[in-house]
């Protein structure tokens, strides 16, 4: 029988992740350019419809593409977005089930996109990770409501986009309604509905500063990391 107050073998409550194998880039090429000779009929039958639906084009294309599962999905996403998004970095990741509204957004290079979620009109920095089921909407006031006699189904829609800094960590589920800055955190189930300074971590129903990161501060305060990284940026 085993000895119940004694841990477990492998019972570890912190686990690190063995380290990627590193995919030689020359091949990554290749397959790239493979999946991008197998996706030239989707991104064909898009531009096509986006002559007759205009915007909705994106949408449906999006969903139909987001169902494809492993790896093969994940390939066959790059390359599709890659000719269809505003930019699309060469190295992105996007998840299962992920769909963009808009082909206005922009990916940067190397972000990593989850699963099931929604990306509106958004422009995700490079290194960006995004997990699983967050939701980056094209701001808070997407549908105008200052009209009050007219229904909200036939107000004016307003666009914002929203801009994810380099280096963001965006926790699962959050949804997103204003800027997150450089290195920022966004915390699991957060609602963003204000700017999230650079190398802040920000959680919580709606979203607040909890703290800055190493080497960063609030706004207007001197901190050594602002300087780099938003040189970096422009
Ligand atoms: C690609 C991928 O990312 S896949 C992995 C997906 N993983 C996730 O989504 C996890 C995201 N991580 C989190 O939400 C974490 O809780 C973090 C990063 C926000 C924690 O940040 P830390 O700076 O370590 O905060 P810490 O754990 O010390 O908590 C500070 C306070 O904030 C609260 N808090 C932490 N996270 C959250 C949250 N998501 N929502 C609300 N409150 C939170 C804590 O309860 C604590 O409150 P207290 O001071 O009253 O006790």
Not at 71 to 95: E, H, I, N, P, S
Not at 136 to 157: F, K
Request: with cysteine.
């Amino acid at each position: 029988m085993t000895d119940q107050t004694q841990p477990a073998e492998h019972s570890d409550q912190s686990v690190k992740r063995a380290t990627r194998k590193p995919f030689h880039s020359g091949a990554k090429r290749w397959v790239q350019f493979g999946f991008l000779i197998l996706c030239m009929p989707r991104i064909a039958c898009y531009r096509i419809a986006y002559v007759l639906l205009g915007s909705r084009a994106m949408t449906s294309a999006s969903e139909s593409i987001a169902m494809i599962p492993g790896l093969r999905g994940v390939y066959m996403r790059q390359a599709f977005y890659r000719k269809t998004l505003d930019a699309c970095g060469r190295d992105v990741y996007l998840g299962w089930n992920t769909v963009f509204s808009m082909r206005e957004a922009r990916v940067g290079e190397n972000a990593y996109i989850g699963r099931f979620c929604l990306i509106g009109f958004a422009d995700i920095g490079c290194q960006v990770m995004i997990a699983d089921g967050v939701q980056i909407l094209s701001g808070g006031h997407e549908h105008d409501s200052a009209d009050s006699t007219v229904s909200m189904h036939d107000q004016d829609q307003r666009y914002e986009k929203m801009h994810i800094g380099n280096g963001a960590w965006i926790g699962a589920g959050a949804i997103i309604m204003a800027d997150v800055g450089n290195n920022a955190i966004v915390g699991a189930g957060a609602v963003v509905t204000r700017p999230v300074p650079n190398g802040a971590v920000a959680a919580g129903v709606p979203a607040r500063v909890l703290h800055y990161r190493k080497g960063w501060s609030a706004p207007g305060q001197q901190d050594f990391a602002s300087s780099t990284t938003s040189s970096e940026t422009e």
